[in-house]
């Protein structure tokens, strides 16, 4: 299977709000609410944003926000800070032969 | 405070095999599921497989099937990976990382801990 399509780079200026979008098919992004977010800075474990599309995990800031519309699921990231400059990734159960699938990964530079 | 150490970095030749270990402290392993993720040098995150916690029943990715297994250890709270027959495209951080539930208890394919990774390099 192919990964979840993200834009290869987005970049926003402090104080800003930006919208990371992942892109799926009606088989899985559109079939299950099982969506998570995952921000990784450079030489880092990842670390987990949202999960089943919307909902943060304890200590993640509330400037992190997800949606999912159709086949197309996003990371809305409000308030732009110089420390959100990382990759993020999506992530998707797709149920079918290799059941979780990863986004490619959106660089977000904080201009 | 829950958390996953993983074993040191591994340096293997081509057809050889690689076993990386998963320590689990913090939390019982039988309570979530493990689940496995690589990453190439400057590539992006893939998903390799995953081990439940109740019943250690394994699903692979179909890339690796044939070549990957899982498994746990309960006594000493330890997950184990192991991929055989390596090629260099192989060569990549290896992270396990912990399936989280959600407030119903239910699995969300989502992970909340990770280990801190397992650099594995495959060359002659």
């Known amino acids: 299977q192919s990964a979840l399509t993200q834009p290869a780079s987005v970049s926003g200026s402090p104080g800003q709000s930006i919208t990371i979008s992942c892109t799926g098919t009606s088989s899985d992004v559109g079939s299950y609410d099982l969506v998570s977010w995952y921000q990784q800075h450079p030489g880092k474990a990842p670390r987990v944003l949202i999960y089943?599309?919307?909902k943060r995990p304890s200590g993640i800031s509330n400037r992190f926000s997800g949606s999912k519309s159709g086949n197309t699921a996003s990371l809305t990231i409000s308030g732009l800070q110089a420390e959100d400059e990382a990759d993020y990734y999506c992530?998707?159960?797709?149920?079918?032969?290799?059941?979780?699938?990863f986004g490619g990964g959106t660089k977000l530079a904080v201009l | 405070q829950a958390q996953l150490v993983q074993s040191g970095a591994d340096v293997r030749k081509p057809g050889a095999s690689m076993k990386v270990s998963c320590k689990a402290s913090g939390y019982n392993l039988k309570s979530h599921g493990i689940s496995w993720v690589r990453q190439a040098p400057g590539q992006g995150l893939e998903w390799m497989g995953w081990i439940t916690s109740y019943s250690g029943k394994t699903t692979y990715a179909q890339k690796f099937q044939g070549r990957v297994t899982m498994t746990t250890d309960t006594s000493t709270n330890t997950a184990y990976m192991e991929l055989r027959s390596l090629r260099s495209d192989d060569s990549a951080i290896y992270y396990c990382?912990?399936?989280?539930?959600?407030?119903?208890?239910?699995?969300?394919?989502?992970?909340?801990?990770w280990g801190q990774g397992t650099m594995v390099t495959v060359s002659s």
């Open positions: 992530c998707s159960y797709v149920g079918y032969s290799t059941p979780v699938l």
């Open positions: 990382a912990r399936d989280m539930t959600n407030e119903s208890g239910y699995e969300t394919s989502a992970f909340d801990i």
């Open positions: 089943e599309v919307t």
